[in-house]
């Protein structure tokens, strides 16, 4: 019985009614459709295009877009910008998911030990959580990139560390409210360990809210790795990333604007993209939807 009632509660989140709410959310399914055309220009494009991310070429430097081959120009160098931007957005997309799932991993882990066992596991747990909000995030991420050496892996690492809290914060209220549901009262009735019953019976009911807040987390990391590298802490060339393509690119705004103008674009349209998506799971999965 008790199986029955946590099934049923689990298929809620991805049941028909939150779909058709989904797909009538014309913005996220626009989102979805730029994050999979720049994710599938990212993974193709450097092996379509003619040069290579690498490929110095000094007699086609600061040569405009649409010139000859280089459709979205050259840099400083003469390296083929399109062929830049997509390696660099492998770079970026690879950091703002890893960084995602990490910080998804300890928000989600906090949130369910601190809203299930309460009392002063609890306490602390959140209180830990306080603590690291009441600095300011970009303070703590170029504190850690500049005492730590670049690397995607340490950039990921860096974001997760500073972006783990809110996760936490939503799963901790989620699990405090179903903590007490009769579901959880029969699993503990037919002696259920407390770990069974965290991550077996109440995670998959709080999954809704962890999902929205992953999509939100991912936009964020994006324009946190852009942010650290455009500063000089994060990636470092010869590898490209979003951000080291702006800061590049700020001694030649007046000159060679695409410079600036195209890896901008990029971010600004992943960012948007995965904030449309997250703004249409949270319309999608708002339980009081389905009392309307």
Avoid at 70 to 95: E, W
Avoid at 203 to 217: K, Y
Wanted: glycine share 10%.
């Amino acid at each position: 019985m008790t199986a029955i009632v946590a099934n049923s509660r689990q298929e809620r989140w991805w049941n028909s009614r939150t779909a058709h709410r989904f797909m009538n959310h014309h913005l996220a399914l626009l989102g979805m459709v730029m994050i999979a055309i720049l994710t599938l220009a990212c993974v193709l494009g450097p092996y379509v295009l003619p040069y290579d991310s690498l490929y110095i070429d000094l007699r086609a430097r600061f040569a405009p877009p649409f010139t000859g081959h280089h459709y979205m120009g050259t840099d400083p160098l003469g390296r083929d910008l399109a062929a830049r931007l997509f390696m660099a957005g492998r770079v970026s997309l690879l950091v703002g998911f890893s960084a995602m799932l990490l910080s998804t991993l300890i928000g989600t882990l906090v949130g369910v030990l601190a809203g299930y066992r309460g009392g002063w596991i609890g306490t602390t747990l959140m209180r830990t959580v306080d603590g690291f909000l009441s600095f300011p995030s970009i303070f703590l991420v170029l504190a850690l990139a500049a005492a730590l050496k670049p690397s995607p892996m340490m950039i990921t690492v860096v974001i997760a560390a500073t972006s783990w809290m809110e996760v936490a914060r939503i799963v901790e209220a989620e699990v405090r409210s179903l903590r007490e549901r009769e579901f959880v009262q029969a699993g503990r009735m037919l002696g259920l360990s407390g770990t069974h019953i965290m991550f077996r019976e109440i995670l998959p009911n709080a999954v809704g809210p962890i999902i929205v807040a992953a999509t939100l987390t991912v936009a964020r990391a994006i324009l946190m790795e852009a942010y650290i590298s455009f500063l000089g802490y994060g990636i470092q060339p010869p590898l490209p990333s979003w951000g080291n393509m702006l800061n590049g690119a700020q001694q030649y705004l007046g000159t060679a604007p695409w410079l600036a103008i195209i890896p901008g674009a990029a971010i600004t349209i992943a960012v948007t993209s995965f904030n449309f998506i997250g703004d249409g799971l949270r319309d999608a999965l708002d339980v009081r939807g389905d009392h309307s």
